[in-house]
């Protein structure tokens, strides 16, 4: 796990900026970027980054964020593509959308992988309905909610409490002490916490 770890750090510190991959240890003072704010290597030279390089970054450090392999990220970016208005925003706010990261959004999860793994054992209800599609894109008006043994339950519970401090997105509504929440409209591109460009996503992904 320790070398998991590390090239998860590494990820954040050649990007300059935190990605929040590594849920609540991001936000403590044992997060890699807080204690070496440096690109990882011996030899950290300036380096002239090209128009592809500099986009072909922003394409991954999307992938890395959601967790998404690349046929994932394609069949995501061809449905942002069919709907209507601008293509860069559709696909944010479908990312967004996932229930793995409306799990994760809700604190009912310590990082995304847990919340992924939560929805992939079946742990997860949406209107009551199980789901174990990570992918499954939520809509205005679903309930999310947990279900299982004791033992995931406890968990979720334990997740709400270390993450309280860190709010919820304003187009959800949490109910902790049910373990579960709402969404109360559909997120706009204002909603997406991540710093991407999205627009050299575009520039790259159409050519």
């Known amino acids: ?3 998991i770890h590390g090239s998860v750090c590494k990820l954040c510190r050649r990007e300059g900026m935190k990605l929040f991959l590594k849920g609540q240890r991001c936000f403590s003072e044992k997060c890699g970027v807080n204690r070496r704010d440096y ?3 011996m030899h950290n030279r300036p380096r002239k980054t090209t128009e592809y390089a500099a986009q072909l970054r922003e394409k991954q450090k999307a992938k890395r964020i959601y967790g998404l392999l690349e046929r994932q990220f394609q069949s995501f970016f061809a449905r942002a593509q069919r709907q209507k208005g601008n293509t860069g925003e559709n696909l ?3 990312l967004e959308r996932r229930l793995d990261n ?3 959004s809700l604190g009912l999860a310590l990082s995304r992988f847990d919340a992924r793994q939560m929805v992939s054992h079946g742990h997860v209800r949406v209107n009551g309905k199980r789901v174990s599609i990570p992918s499954y894109l939520v809509r205005s008006g679903d309930e999310i909610s947990v279900h299982g ?3 995931i339950k406890k968990k979720a519970a ?3 409490e270390v993450n309280k401090g860190q ?3 304003g187009w959800l509504e949490a109910m902790p002490a049910e373990l579960k929440g709402k969404v109360v409209q559909l997120p706009r591109r204002e909603d997406v916490p991540h710093p991407i460009n999205e627009q050299l996503i575009i520039e790259l992904c159409s050519k």
């Open 167 to 169: 709010g919820i997105p």
């Open 102 to 104: 409306v799990v994760l």
């Open 1 to 3: 796990m320790a070398r």
């Open 92 to 94: 944010l706010v479908m």
């Open 149 to 151: 043994r004791d033992s």
């Open 39 to 41: 690109p990882p290597g």
């Open 158 to 160: 334990a997740a709400i």
